[in-house]
């Protein structure tokens, strides 16, 4: 074998290692930036859910205040109540017979 085709032979090498190099370290990235993705959507997830509770909260609130006002009867309230719950603990909750 000449030195000539050694040479190239070794640069081939060089590039063949530099190239499986950079394609580790490509799918590593990849493999980062899909974790930081995961990692956003979660928050994203549980902000909205805590704003969803809070929203929940807060209605749940103005409600039984207007019932304690006497502006929204207590009977339209449970028969709202009874109407939506099913679960027989939610119902047990405000006192509604399970169905």
């Known amino acids: 074998m000449s030195a000539t085709v ?3 032979s070794s ?3 060089k590039r063949a290692a530099q190239i499986a190099e950079l394609e580790e370290k490509l799918r590593q990235l990849k493999a980062r930036q899909q974790a930081v993705e995961a ?17 929940k909260i807060l209605v ?8 304690e006002r006497g ?3 207590e009977s339209d ?12 603990e939610d119902r047990a909750l405000f006192g509604l017979q399970a169905d």
């Open 6 to 8: 050694r040479a190239n």
């Open 11 to 13: 640069a081939v090498s």
């Open 39 to 55: 990692r956003r959507r979660t928050l994203e997830s549980r902000r909205e859910r805590k704003a969803d509770t809070r929203r």
């Open 60 to 67: 749940g609130a103005i409600v039984l205040a207007k019932v």
């Open 71 to 73: 502006e929204i009867s």
């Open 77 to 88: 309230l449970k028969r709202w109540l009874d109407q939506a719950l099913v679960r027989a």
